[in-house]
């Protein structure tokens, strides 16, 4: 079992490197996760579609690249996306979160994300 019953995680402030590790979708339990103020590089995993029980996720303020994955639509329990100071992120969300009431709280500033598509 180990990792795999982990509700939160919070390694944020730890200036880490390297790419954010898709391992991490496997942690399906996961209801918080934050990676926040770090030196990640690289583009958002796709295997994030697997946190299903995600409410909040934290990549704010790192150098990730390219665009959300379109199979992150799959995260139907977000509440908060933090995804502000990551100049190089473009693109849009995923539409299925225009539509979420849950959906109250997502950060983009500093971003060259447009919205939903």
Request: aromatic fraction near 8%.
């Amino acid at each position: 079992q180990g990792l795999r019953v982990l509700e939160k995680l919070d390694i944020s402030w730890n200036l880490l490197t390297g790419t954010i590790p898709g391992s991490l979708g496997s942690l399906r339990r996961l209801e918080f996760l934050h990676l926040g103020t770090n030196k990640f590089t690289g583009t958002l995993p796709d295997s994030f579609k697997a946190l299903i029980a995600l409410e909040t996720l934290g990549v704010e303020v790192n150098s990730l690249v390219g665009t959300v994955p379109a199979s992150w639509a799959s995260m139907k329990q977000l509440k908060s996306a933090w995804l502000n100071v990551n100049p190089a992120l473009r693109g849009c969300l995923p539409k299925a979160w225009s539509g979420k009431v849950s959906l109250g709280k997502y950060g983009l500033a500093a971003t060259q994300i447009t919205g939903f598509c």
